[in-house]
């Protein structure tokens, strides 16, 4: 046991107004507290230090070698508690700088120049940073980095909050004058052509592989690419197609001349939400972002 251990703060306070004061009852006045309970406290200083802190002269309380030693460092130490405990300052998005690292996976990077625009528009001290969502999400956000993510809700468990986005639906992307999207798609004139597929270098199953396979169909895989964007900008110069989120590509598919058509069968839909670690709920900057963030994503998932 350390001598902090038996120590209570407020007889530290008590020895650093006595050390100002030189005097019991102006420091008990100044503390708001009876004049005894300043002598009990000196009295369980005296014994805490093994020494007399003090001693009674015509001038008022003299204070000892040892007393004189600790003065400099317990004011210096009681400013820097009292930093530490005073209020925090009140949070401002136009006038605070602050981090923040979003996570969002790949099909979900259409978003990005939305979020970009709206935060930084509000906040332009924000040092704002996208990252891929990785392995072990819960973990990841519990740790700072990211502090928010937008993922499907099946990624995150245990003291991981969620607010639900809405789903994405997939359909088919492809160049405009494709032969195949000029008139209702079929299954038999989507599957004809190859079909750009992401992947990620895991192992798991794409959803929509999974599904064909269940309707006992199979897609030509003609491309594989690293990323979501990646093959939309292959598109316009090929006749490939591809199975994309049909709330997200609205911007891209205009930029790089695509159209979109509903898939001729029912392709799984994910459920995204909005993710953030417990540790995080009432702090003023990540309330602030969380709920931008949600609002600023909220209309891509209900445009359909």
Partial sequence: MTMLDTLDASNLVALHVLLEERHVTRAARR?????????????????????PIFVRSPQGLLPTPRAQSIAR?????????????????????????????????????P??????????????LLDLRLAPVGPSLSDALGKDEPALALAPSGLVSGSVMT???????????????HPALGRALTTERWLAYGHV???FGNTQTNSIEAELARHHLRRRVGLEVPSFLAGLFVLP?????????????????TRLDLITREAPIRLPRVRVSLCWHARFQRDPA????RERVFQLALPVFHTI
């Fill in 31 to 51: 503390l708001g507290i009876t004049q005894s309970s300043m002598s009990h406290r000196l009295t369980r200083l005296r014994a805490t230090f093994q020494d």
């Fill in 73 to 109: 460092p317990l004011a210096e130490a009681l400013r820097a508690l009292e930093t530490v405990v005073a209020p925090s300052k009140p949070f401002d998005p136009a006038t605070s700088p602050f981090a923040l690292t979003i996570a969002l996976p790949d099909v979900l990077a």
């Fill in 111 to 124: 978003l990005a120049p939305r979020l970009i625009a709206g935060l930084t528009a509000e906040a332009p």
């Fill in 163 to 177: 607010r639900a986005l809405g789903e994405v639906r997939f359909g088919v992307v492809g160049r405009r004058g």
């Fill in 197 to 199: 597929v992401t992947r």
């Fill in 237 to 253: 110069g090929s006749d490939l197609l591809m199975n994309a989120p049909l709330q997200l590509v609205e911007e891209a598919a």
């Fill in 286 to 289: 990540h309330r602030w972002a």
